[in-house]
């Protein structure tokens, strides 16, 4: 079993719809969840963090968290065709390596104006 | 502020030889981890870097050394490179290396040193 799992997708959405995006964990003892946005040839950008179960809003992005599911999801609302990228879940395995960050194979997003 | 710098851009390296990849944190940040992203993957943890001790290594050979200045700047190096070392290097620097406020575990990566080994 991965210790972050996501669909790779593409995930196909036509511009001004709702992109859902989801991420499974392994690790029960995670406790800080990211998502981050890598454009095709360049770094991972960090656009969302989250700590503790439910919703977080920021713009147009909303990261959801259910530690009892080990579930965390993106929501990005209104998609744009800048909006397409590939997402990487990445959850904090930090017992004892600190900040080390597991990612998972990220999902390619597709918006289609 | 500036935001985290890699250098180089690009490198392209043979068989065998050896490579040393730079980084510049933040400005205020103390922490440096290390990644390896391979094309269709995610990155994968190499090292990290907290007050210029190693405080964490990932599932490496022992090719992969890295350091960190006092400065916090911070190099990786690979010796006896394979094909397989092939990869995007990441860089990241977040502003604590351990325990809480759990924010401080954000990671923020540099725009990444393309390693070509022919």
């Known amino acids: 079993q991965k210790e972050v799992e996501q669909n790779s997708g593409p995930l196909s959405v036509p511009e001004g719809a709702i992109a859902s995006l989801n991420c499974t964990y392994s690790d029960r003892g995670s406790q800080s969840f990211f998502w981050y946005r890598q454009y095709s040839g360049k770094s991972p950008e960090l656009i969302m963090s989250?700590?503790?179960?439910g919703d977080k809003e920021d713009g147009r992005f909303t990261a959801q968290l259910n530690k009892a599911s080990q579930y965390v999801s993106l929501l990005i609302r209104d998609s744009q065709p800048s909006d397409s990228a590939t997402y990487l879940c990445a959850v904090n395995s930090g017992k004892e390596y600190g900040n080390k960050l597991v990612f998972g194979a990220g999902t390619i997003l597709r918006v289609k104006s | 502020d500036a935001g985290v710098t890699q250098s180089p851009t690009h490198l392209i390296k043979t068989r065998g030889q050896h490579v040393t990849l730079r980084c510049s944190p933040i400005s205020g940040h103390k922490s440096v981890s290390w990644y390896q992203q391979v094309l269709g993957q995610g990155p994968q943890f190499i090292f990290q870097y907290y007050e210029k001790e190693e405080r964490g290594r990932g599932n490496f050979p022992d090719r992969f050394s890295a350091r960190q200045f006092p400065n916090y700047s911070s190099e990786l190096n690979v010796n006896a490179l394979l094909l397989g070392d092939s990869a995007l290097y990441l860089c990241a620097s977040s502003s604590r290396g351990t325990g809480t406020p759990l924010f401080h575990n954000e990671q923020f990566f540099g725009p990444g040193t393309r390693l070509t080994v022919l």
């Open positions: 989250i700590y503790s179960n």
